[in-house]
DNA sequence: TACTAATATGAATAAAACTTCATATTTCAA
DNA sequence: TTGAAATATGAAGTTTTATTCATATTAGTA
């Protein structure tokens, strides 16, 4: 198995030729995917020397793992600006899938990215998940508790479900190429419905 | 471009050898994916030789779609057949998203190959869903009109919404190894609390 | 300024993968 | 039975990709 570190520049020089390679790895793994991107077409693009590569990559795969953290780290951030200030769930979950979105909508390649680790090595992809889906049982917790969720749900279940929502519905943005963020207040406003009252008409009481 | 034909055999034999090519196929882009299984893999595991593989396949990724095709037809047979006696919408929702995840649970590669069509051709990927969501859309609407569902929420969202649940609550059950129809009529059973309810407790009325 | 560490280069090597083709064998319908 | 069509083979050619390394240049500091 071949390392995956990298190592980071030291003197502006460097740090120059580094974020030339971050830049068009980005570019490229969003255009073309992990798999289809060669490190010739990164080196190409970036306009360095092969050897420049690898004096701070170990392979193409530690450029991928870079980028991956960047990513996670940039969306949870997102999500917690957006919901730092909050205090009732409602709001938060409502806050938190309009980050996610206008996140992804701005930037695809996070999306791609974490999706295709399931791809390039599926433990990344399941470890991220499920981390991401305790953390989210973490945060429900509180609300049971104060009695603004419903305390006969598995929250498990709930958190995978939330995942789905944010994924899918950042998908259904993500396919139409103009939607603005009036659009992505509007598919965020019909989920919150969903998720107060769930699809079903109630009979009357 | 390079085609991306198959030619189906015409004897008893042919078949033998088509058949050895599809069966290692599914084995190894199940297990390594698209991107990482070459052609001398799938020849050497179906022991047949390079150029018997290229009397059938144009090339390796004639044999993705062949295999994406039949895949996308199983889902939806599934999902018809366990849904076909219903009559309302609850039912025919909770059947359909015990059908999909059982599936997926026996037979993760139907995932995979649907989720990797992203990076193996973005184009297949989105039109694969967004003529999902069309055909959920058509499906929801008499319920709206029938009054089983409310009908001051958007169709489309309730779609990508749905799609999300049952890709990621599948998720939640592919990563245990060990679950079985049980911990499925769990989760599907969890979910369809949030499809009636949501999440959040109302206040007294 | 001088010197060391850092950085850059790209040709060359090695490994992996895709595809073709000439030849051989088998099938099956006439 | 026979012959055309179908199928099988795998070595060889081609292309792509990853990686190394000897050499050259540059940066920054003592």
């Given at each position: 198995m071949n390392k995956q570190e990298i190592?980071?520049?030291k003197t502006k020089v460097g740090q120059k030729s580094f974020k030339k390679i971050i830049k068009a790895g980005k570019t490229l793994f969003g255009k073309a995917g992990y798999n289809s991107t060669s490190i010739n077409d990164i080196i190409s693009k970036a306009k360095v020397a092969a050897g420049t590569f690898y004096i701070y990559f170990d392979s193409k795969l530690a450029l991928y793992l870079y980028l991956l953290d960047e990513y996670r780290l940039?969306?949870?951030?997102?999500?917690?600006?957006?919901?730092?200030?909050?205090?009732?769930r409602y709001?938060?979950?409502?806050?938190?899938?309009?980050?996610?979105?206008m996140y992804v909508k701005e930037d695809p390649l996070a999306y791609k990215l974490v999706w295709e680790s399931l791809f390039v090595d599926p433990e990344i992809f399941k470890e991220y998940y499920t981390n991401f889906a305790a953390s989210y049982i973490h945060h429900l917790q509180p609300?049971?508790?104060s009695g603004e969720i419903r305390d006969d749900i598995d929250l498990e279940t709930v958190s995978y479900i939330l995942m789905?929502?944010?994924?899918?519905?950042g998908l259904q943005i993500v396919f139409k190429e103009t939607a603005t963020e009036k659009d992505v207040d509007y598919v965020v406003c019909e989920s919150m419905k969903l998720l107060n009252e769930g699809i079903f008409k109630k009979p009357k009481t």
């Open positions: 190592r980071l520049p940039n969306i949870r951030r997102a999500a917690n600006e957006a919901t730092k200030n909050l205090i009732n709001e938060m979950e409502k806050a938190g899938l309009k980050a996610f979105i609300f049971v508790e789905g929502i944010s994924n899918f519905v």
